[in-house]
């Protein structure tokens, strides 16, 4: 089944903790990004690739880490969580770029206390 | 960079009622625009999109429209079910990167429409 996994879907972390949520795609897309969703702001970019080794940052990159070492998995690293990056994540790849249509993973919720 | 408005924010229709959302954007580069569904608890997920070369779009129940010149595009579906309701997001796509793909997609606030039976 052509999907996009994330893990975990929820976590609960304290403050300064370094911590990784995975993100693998099945469906050879070129394209990955990583959004948060906060109630009554929507979907905002984190960071984006473009292929292997092509990462960029988004409208809200602040505290966060990607890496894009294989086509399939793009990780989003927080060093040093802090409590406003409580929030619900979302993993998502499209075929070329941001004009295809995306595959969301099924999110991760973080709390960080 | 690019900005996209989404109104309104919560829309409450009597099932069988037509239901219109209506976004727009502020970079006339934008090019691709698509609409994506999110029930409660659930990703989202794509339900249509239009490319800027075209001026409208159907699938069943669904439509898009898109006015270049005034840089806005909506969403309407028509007979709506209590299964329609959820949270919709617009998007606009800008930004060639290597290869001529775009690499950004900026999303609206989002509606949450919901359809009384």
């Known amino acids: 089944e052509a999907q996009v996994t994330q893990n975990p879907r929820y976590l609960i972390t304290v403050t300064g903790k370094k911590l990784t949520v995975t993100c693998s795609q099945n469906m050879n897309h070129e394209y990955m990004s990583w959004y948060r969703q906060d109630p009554g702001l929507g979907l905002r970019q984190i960071y984006y690739?473009?292929?292997?080794?092509?990462?960029d940052k988004g409208d809200v990159p602040e505290g966060y880490k990607v890496s894009r070492k294989e086509k399939r998995n793009f990780p989003l690293i927080l060093e040093s969580p802090s409590p406003n990056q409580t929030s619900l994540y979302f993993c998502a790849s499209s075929l070329r770029g941001a004009s295809y249509g995306y595959t969301f993973g099924s999110g991760t919720r973080l709390t960080v206390v | 960079g690019e900005n996209v408005e989404q109104h309104p924010s919560t829309l409450s229709v009597q099932e069988g009622d037509s239901a219109v959302i209506k976004c727009t954007y502020s970079d006339s580069a934008s090019n691709y625009f698509p609409w994506y569904k999110q029930e409660l608890g659930k990703r989202p997920q794509l339900i249509i999109d239009?490319?800027?070369?075209?001026g409208e779009k159907k699938d069943q129940r669904i439509a898009v429209t898109l006015n270049k010149t005034a840089k806005h595009f909506s969403l309407h579906i028509t007979e709506t079910q209590p299964e329609d309701s959820a949270v919709y997001f617009c998007a606009a796509s800008i930004g060639v990167g290597s290869g001529g793909s775009n690499y950004k997609l900026t999303f609206g606030k989002g509606t949450l429409l919901t359809v009384n039976p």
């Open positions: 690739s473009m292929n292997v080794e092509v990462t």
């Open positions: 239009i490319r800027s070369n075209v």
